[in-house]
């Protein structure tokens, strides 16, 4: 009888230990990238070293803010192309690592993300109703994202 008991708490300690410990089950998961300059594609001379075109991509830390599905309408511009201010509800924020990489848990759901710079919030991409970076995350899975950073590219 003693050893059932002791079994029964024990098995009871390590259902609640799970359920505190639940893992997210959905979310985004990406990576942010920085590109700057002249981006257009040049010929080099065929006695010289190197490749046609421009330096690519590059890893770069940020903070990411995402909010509700955000249509162009609820957003203000600012300076350099980039919004200056963002009329939904922000939902979270968060750090990427130094390399930019970055995973977030949400619930299933539609959001709009920004990238904060020092003079507003970047996003550059946008479906065909006109939401800013939208992404979709469903149910017990992970949206993945690369955010390319580029409004001081030239292309």
């Not at 190197?50 to 609820?74: D, F, V």
């Not at 390399?99 to 065909?128: H, I, Q």
């Not at 109703?129 to 950073?149: C, F, M, R, S, T």
Request: contains cysteine.
């Amino acid at each position: 009888m003693m050893k059932k008991f002791l079994l029964l708490i024990v098995v009871v300690l390590f259902v609640l230990g799970c359920k505190s410990q639940k893992m997210e089950e959905s979310g985004i998961i990406g990576n942010v990238f920085w590109i700057e300059g002249n981006q257009m594609p040049m010929m080099l001379d065929e006695n010289e070293p190197g490749e046609m075109g421009r330096e690519g991509k590059n890893p770069i830390p940020r903070t990411i803010y995402i909010h509700a599905l955000t249509p162009i309408s609820k957003t203000q511009q600012g300076e350099d192309g980039l919004f200056s201010e963002v009329g939904t509800a922000l939902l979270k924020e968060v750090q990427t690592d130094m390399e930019g990489k970055f995973k977030v848990g949400l619930p299933p759901g539609m959001y709009s993300l920004f990238t904060l710079e020092e003079k507003g919030l970047f996003a550059n991409v946008f479906d065909r109703d006109n939401h800013i970076n939208p992404v979709e995350v469903k149910k017990g899975k992970w949206a993945e994202l690369d955010i390319v950073i580029n409004y001081k590219a030239v292309y």
